[in-house]
């Protein structure tokens, strides 16, 4: 398998890696032994980096990977954010106290002497304003807590300061058939200061699988009834801020032009690896055959330029004047 390289850690990670928020909670009911299964099969199938955050499931999310840790041999990368347990989330509340009481609290749910990758996970704008913020993350690394840092963001105006700062190691952004901007605005500035491009919610939270319909309906713990609107946090996280019904509309579009033979899991994880910029994209996976088709997404060929101008096309018709300009 392709193995990319990230940032500048000089770690080779899988193009298509492992989002562990289904696993943690806020999509649904899941059993601890579906969530094992898929995170074996993950490694099993080459998976060498996981993604994760203190909050998925209040931390059951990293105790997962940690027990994954000690039921396997093969090492993995583990990547984890720190920030969205404020109450208030505000800027203020990225200082010292806060950020080292964080990462405290994601070493003892991983189990880990030092963690590989903490990201500020989807700060306030400010926050990236506040050089003292990232500052602190580079006395994290001299404390030998952390060995790289990165962020996470809503909007490439905050990716493209993020890498402004030095240490700076990756950017997790969502980019997606549903979120073109990035590629835009953002991907080739990224690569001139060799920063790695985590490529979330890649499934635009499941619609670009192509499973719903105008009557799906969801649990009331999941993130996709409950913020279908932007109600709990922002609203360009679930379904990447696309309304539902032009969603759908979309998708069946997507699907006429799916090249024979693929599913459309397979073509919109195959077209966000089109993007050389991109390090890896980390579906989720609750079960093992969604880790299956996820990966198989990999060794598929890439596809041709009329295909990448017909996706393009569907972006321009359904999504862009409702989205581009948001994020």
Known sequence: MEY????????????ISFGAWAIGGT????????????????????????????????????????????????????????????????????????????????LKNLGMETLDL???????????YMPEVFGIMDDLVTAGKIRYYGVSV??????????????????QIIFNAFRHRPAELFFEQAQKRRVGILARVPLASGMLTGKFTAQSAFEEDDHRHF????????????????????????????KEICPEGMSLVQFALRWILMFD????????????????????????APLSPPTMQAVADVYNRYIRESVHHYW
């Open 27 to 106: 999509w649904g009911t899941i059993s601890d032994r579906d969530s094992l299964a898929a995170l074996h099969r993950a490694l099993e199938l080459g998976v060498n980096f996981f993604d994760t955050a203190d909050v998925y499931g209040d931390g059951h999310s990293e105790q997962l990977l940690s027990r994954l840790r000690r039921e396997s041999s093969q090492p993995f990368y583990v990547a984890t954010k720190i920030g969205r347990r404020l109450d208030p989330h505000v800027a203020s509340g990225y200082n010292r106290a806060n950020l080292t009481a964080f990462v405290e609290r994601n």
């Open 154 to 171: 809503e909007k490439v105006e905050e990716a493209l300061k993020a890498i402004a700062y030095d240490n700076v190691q990756s950017v």
């Open 277 to 300: 910029a991109v390090t890896c994209a980390i579906p989720g996976a609750r079960r093992v055959d969604q880790v299956g088709e996820n990966l198989s997404a990999r060794d598929l």
């Open 227 to 254: 913020n279908r609107h932007g109600e709990a946090f922002d609203r360009g996280e679930t379904f990447s801020g696309v309304d539902f019904g032009k969603g759908l509309q979309a998708v069946q579009a997507l």
């Open 118 to 128: 903490v990201q500020l996970h989807c700060p306030p704008t400010e926050v990236f």
């Open 4 to 15: 990319r390289e990230l940032g500048r850690t000089g770690w080779k990670i899988s193009p």
